[in-house]
């Protein structure tokens, strides 16, 4: 990094053997998906690359790499929140089944009305609620991204999900149904 | 297709050359160049605006306050944009005491000098020290953050609030300078208090400038 950061651009590739693998590892651990996990990684070593000049001769690169790959990965899933409509699956979960030519109006308006609820939900349940229902990760894998235990994960996207109910359904027949 | 890919490997080298990064050297060399300009700009504006003021105060107290001064000011700079020996950059209570604790260093500093400078309590004070300081301080914040972009993965904000209050309390110096009047209320609210200001300005530009986030890979 070092000789990187003088000017010798050859040195990107062996930094790059060096770093890569450790790097790419850290970032799968974190989205669960191949080639988010290899645009990510080359995010990171694009923003190494454009910050060369303020490396600290002496300086652990390892941990700033790290960081730098942790932001990308939070960016990148709030981009995913965002971009990604909640799936078709959850609609049905939540509205049980629409009827006819109105189905796909009305699960965009579903959709639209999920997004307001999370958003002033408590972070803490949207956050479980968002890693389980939305990203698909399993009760332990999302209790471990939120160094939670399993049990605290399962209250939390209870309760999540009693909130949306109460507020996407507050009338009781909707409400058994959905459940 | 694993991290060890050739054509993975390829595509990031392609990638990182569409996008030129000078060296470090180049670029220490052109920060130098920035400040100085910056430094000779701030001079001539002060100097535009009436340059240095004798006051009714005594030159001691008036050395005493400057130098006091600029040593807290030079320490602030060194602190808020050094990174130490870490590329994570100083840890944040560092960057919180310049960007929140530095004014009422200042401002201890000026309650010192008139506990051992009592008569210049009645100095004549000048109108407009508030807008001096964020006139001269607000455009190299913004400059730097500009010209030299950095993405800091930790506290970006914390660390744009800090550099702008290192600049204020350098500014600061002129200012102090320009006015050294010794009434403490006007010390506090026209010359140590606008350096909070700057400091919430630091604080937004590093948020939107210093922040770790997705660039274009530039493909086709």
New interface residues.
């Given amino acids: 990094m070092e000789r990187y950061?003088?000017?010798d651009e050859a040195a990107?590739?062996e930094l790059?053997?060096l770093i890569?693998?450790r790097?790419?590892?850290f970032i799968i651990q974190r989205v669960r998906d191949?080639p988010t996990a290899?645009d990510l990684?080359?995010?990171t070593?694009?923003?190494i690359?454009?910050?060369?000049?303020?490396?600290?001769t002496?300086?652990?690169?390892m941990?700033?790499v790290f960081?730098?790959a942790?932001?990308?990965v939070i960016?990148?899933a709030r981009?995913h929140r965002s971009c990604v409509p909640i799936g078709a699956d959850l609609i049905n979960e939540l509205s049980g089944s629409l009827d006819g030519a109105d189905q796909i109006v009305e699960a965009h308006e579903l959709v639209e009305r999920i997004e307001g609820e999370l958003a002033r939900m408590p972070p803490q349940q949207r956050r479980a609620f968002e890693l389980h229902k939305r990203h698909g990760l399993s009760l332990v894998a999302a209790a471990q991204t939120l160094q939670i235990s399993v049990g605290a994960l399962k209250v939390r996207v209870h309760r999540a999900r009693r909130t949306l109910e109460a507020a996407l359904f507050p009338s009781e027949e909707l409400s058994k149904e959905a459940v | 297709m694993s991290a060890t890919s050739s054509e993975l490997k390829r595509r990031i080298v392609d990638a990182i050359r569409r996008h030129p990064s000078p060296a470090r050297r180049v670029v220490l060399l052109n920060t130098i160049w920035l400040v100085l300009a910056i430094v000779v700009v701030d001079v001539g504006l002060f100097c535009a605006l009436g340059g240095p003021s004798r006051g009714t105060g005594s030159m001691a107290y008036l050395l005493f306050t400057e130098a006091g001064w600029a040593i807290i000011a030079c320490v602030a700079v060194w602190i808020a944009f050094g990174r130490g020996r870490s590329m994570l950059g100083r840890p944040r209570r560092w960057l919180f005491a310049i960007a929140v604790v530095l004014p009422f260093a200042l401002f201890g500093w000026m309650l010192l000098a008139a506990t051992v400078f009592p008569p210049t309590l009645t100095a004549e004070s000048r109108h407009g020290c508030t807008a001096m300081t964020l006139a001269l301080a607000i455009w190299p914040t913004t400059l730097y953050a500009l010209v030299r972009p950095e993405s800091v993965p930790l506290s970006p904000g914390m660390t744009g609030a800090a550099r702008a209050a290192a600049i204020g309390a350098c500014v600061g110096v002129l200012t102090r300078w320009w006015c050294p009047g010794g009434k403490l209320i006007h010390l506090a609210l026209s010359h140590a208090l606008p350096l909070l200001v700057l400091s919430g300005f630091g604080w937004l530009l590093g948020q939107r400038l210093g922040r770790v986030y997705r660039r274009p890979s530039g493909q086709n």
């Fill in positions: 950061a003088a000017g990107f590739e790059y053997d890569a693998p790097l790419l590892g191949l290899q990684l080359q995010q070593l694009l923003q690359h454009l910050a060369r000049s303020s490396f600290i002496g300086a652990e690169v941990p700033w960081a730098i942790r932001h990308l960016d990148a981009c």
